[in-house]
């Protein structure tokens, strides 16, 4: 359900990306505004590695260099399909796959190891959450209105 929840709030923020300001960003170090968007339309792929694998080893599938987006709608169409089969993966996890240990490694460097469940809170979930919250700011000093999240914005009346 709290998947469900805060797919749906990423999705409204995502809506928001102006076509004009596609490789906008704050700061030199930051990422452009349509390539952090795709990155959260790409996120929900960790699901489904935690719930359907025990690691995921950076070293035998290294990260393919992503296309850069286009456009706002195939960040969209991205984010759904991944949403999609994500909560697919969820909803078919059972309590014994969602406590099995799970690792990220690369090679032999293990960078952590925990419960599938706290991978699919933490990893996936939260890190979603986090880069919303980069949009969010990336909005908010473009001029665009904010939607809420949890009630109204700033930028919503009651």
């Known amino acids: 359900m709290e ?3 805060e797919t749906a709030n990423t999705r409204k923020m995502l809506e928001r990306i102006p076509a004009d300001k596609y490789t906008w960003k ?7 505004l349509l390539k952090l968007g795709r ?6 792929v960790w699901i489904g590695r935690a719930v359907n694998m025990s690691e995921y080893d950076f070293g035998k599938n290294p990260p393919a260099p992503a296309s ?13 399909k991944n949403v999609a089969d994500a909560v697919k993966d969820l909803e078919g996890a059972t309590d014994e796959m969602l406590m099995k240990p799970w690792s990220l490694r690369n090679g032999e460097k293990v960078y952590f190891t925990m419960p599938s469940v706290a991978v699919v809170r933490s990893f996936a979930l ?12 990336y909005l908010r000093l473009l001029g665009v209105p904010v939607p809420g999240m949890y009630g109204p914005s700033a930028d919503e009346t009651m």
């Open 3 to 5: 998947f469900k929840s």
């Open 26 to 32: 704050p700061h030199e170090k930051s990422m452009e």
């Open 39 to 44: 990155h959260l339309a790409s996120n929900p």
């Open 68 to 80: 850069a987006p286009t456009s706002l709608k195939e960040v969209l169409d991205v984010f759904d």
């Open 126 to 137: 939260s890190h979603s959450i986090h880069h919303r919250g980069q949009l969010s700011v």
